[in-house]
Nanobody
Framework: QVQLVESGGGLAQTGGSLRLSCAAS????????MAWYRQAPGKQRELVAQ???????NYADSVNGRFTISRDNAKNTVYLQMNSLKPEDTARYYC?????????????????WGKGTLVTVSS
């Protein structure tokens, strides 16, 4: 059984930081294309951060420079470090895994999804 379990969400104030974790079981994340998505109430799901082919990273313009995606292969875990948080970052954040790693930034079909973790940033 494949499971992606997000954690680390919660409350933060504007300018604060949170680190989200995505712990995987049933797959080895080292061999998957990993990404973080988020969805706020009344808004479309958006791609926040992802790994692309060659070990590069891609970020949404809205988070670029503030968020960092990283991976610890030994722990089979992917992280999203979120700094300089803004109220606009309030959303449920989802970890997702694809069988292939994209050569170019952008949405691809994801094969596995976590249940998400809620991030709330106060004004």
């Amino acid at each position: 059984q494949v499971q992606l379990v997000e954690s680390g969400g919660g409350l933060a104030q504007t300018g604060g930081s949170l680190r989200l974790s995505c712990a995987a079981s049933g797959i080895t994340l080292q061999f998957y294309g990993m990404a973080w998505y988020r969805q706020a109430p009344g808004k479309q799901r958006e791609l926040v951060a992802q790994f692309t082919r060659g070990g590069s990273t891609n970020y949404a313009d809205s988070v670029n420079g503030r968020f960092t995606i990283s991976r610890d292969n030994a722990k089979n875990t992917v992280y999203l470090q979120m700094n300089s948080l803004k109220p606009e970052d309030t959303a449920r954040y989802y970890c997702a895994a694809a069988w292939g790693c994209p050569a170019l930034p952008g949405d691809i079909d994801m094969n596995y999804w976590g249940k998400g973790t809620l991030v709330t940033v106060s004004s």
